[in-house]
């Protein structure tokens, strides 16, 4: 649940913990925060009272993207500077050797210009990740297992790095442009399975190229997948450069 006062963004989670969750949550926060504090809006409070947790930013004109993508039905020419915005920063955080960990809607925010983008983040991690050193995080909503890689399910032995990252951030770009979840079920383990193991289908919507580079992006295997959002970037801006050019994307070399 997001609320939205003025001055101020809100980010209130609900549930109810156990005072030694909650003890967890708020130590990891701490610990996330050391390292992404450039990349996050600046945090004015951070209140455990009542066994839940409610986090109190600064507002600079930002909103987060969950209430952008439930305001805005984003077609392929609002997808570019999005996409774009968001994969910058997060190139710019993994090139300081940091997973986010936590890649979605509710962990994005935009400024109102569409120019600049933070993240909020619960679990960032410094590299070198081993998967079997990787815990999965306090389970805070359902909605966390709608992004989660397949190697952050814990239930295979894939390595946990920024890869992982690049996987969320796919189903991210699926969400955009197919306007729904890529995975439509409530329990998590139906999302856990499905992350594992379904390969989703094609969006008809919109260019094979960028099917193309949302289905890499969503790949099972690590190695299939971009191996840097570095490369992301540079395949989505030539999109954007051809799409304005021409108003449509051609098969092209990515």
């Known amino acids: 649940k997001i609320k939205e006062p003025t001055n101020v963004l809100i980010k209130y989670i609900k549930q109810q913990f156990y005072k030694e969750e909650l003890n967890i949550l708020v130590t990891r926060f701490k610990k996330s925060l050391e390292l992404t504090e450039s990349f996050s809006p600046k945090l004015l409070s951070l209140d455990s009272s009542d066994n839940t947790l409610q986090l109190v930013f600064k507002n600079d004109g930002l909103d987060f993207f969950s209430n ?33 960990l936590d890649f979605r809607p509710n962990n994005i925010l935009i400024s109102s210009d569409k120019k600049s983008t933070f993240f909020i983040s619960f679990f960032s991690r410094s590299l070198p990740l081993e998967s079997n050193h990787y815990q999965h995080p306090v389970k805070l909503d359902e909605d966390l297992y709608q992004y989660t890689s397949p190697e952050q399910t814990g239930r295979i032995n894939l390595q946990v790095d920024q890869r992982s990252d690049l996987y969320s951030l796919g189903v991210l770009f699926y969400e955009m442009l197919n306007h729904k979840k890529l995975f439509n079920f409530q329990d998590h383990q139906s999302l856990i399975h499905n992350h594992i193991a379904k390969m989703p289908a094609p969006i008809d919507s919109i260019p094979e190229t960028i099917n193309g580079i949302i289905l890499k992006l969503l790949s099972k295997s690590v190695e299939d997948r971009y191996q840097s959002a570095y490369g992301l970037l540079k395949d989505l801006e030539k999109c954007q450069e051809v799409f304005l050019k021409n108003q449509k994307i051609p098969n092209i070399g990515l």
């Open 68 to 100: 952008i993508l439930n305001k805005e039905k984003i077609e392929l020419v609002e997808f570019f500077p999005y996409a774009i915005l968001i994969t910058r920063k997060l190139k710019d955080l993994h090139k300081k050797r940091i997973v986010h």
